[in-house]
């Protein structure tokens, strides 16, 4: 699955399971490390747990599995997918770590057409 495909059908996914302020990052001009950033936020720690999982599911369906995860039992659950990086945090964790501004050298992805407004 090409990258762009990937981080659409993420988006789409934790759209529809109502993750909030969803963006994302186009990095592969900034770092090796991956050729997108999404960022998302969740009201609880049990809506993060639900976020990651609802994400793991879908694209496994999709026949793709996480290169890895961190954060399992937190407010801040990282989803890695090799050219797609995934951010899930509840409000406070998200506006404390604050990776918009680490990340802010990287274009934004329009993803107006993939969201329920």
């Not at 639900?50 to 999709?62: I, P, Q, Y």
Request: aromatic fraction near 8%.
């Amino acid at each position: 699955m090409e990258s762009k495909e990937l981080l659409e059908s993420i988006v789409k996914i934790l759209d529809d399971k109502k993750a909030s302020d969803i963006v994302a990052f186009e990095t592969a001009d900034v770092t090796v490390l991956t050729d997108y950033f999404v960022i998302a936020s969740a009201t609880s720690s049990t809506h993060v747990r639900s976020l990651a999982d609802d994400v793991e599911d879908g694209m496994t369906k999709l026949g793709v599995e996480p290169d890895h995860i961190e954060g399992k039992a937190t407010g801040w659950i990282l989803l890695d997918y090799s050219s797609v990086v995934v951010h899930i945090f509840q409000n406070d964790t998200r506006e404390y770590y604050n990776l918009e501004r680490l990340w802010a050298d990287a274009p934004r992805v329009d993803l107006s057409h993939l969201l329920h407004e």
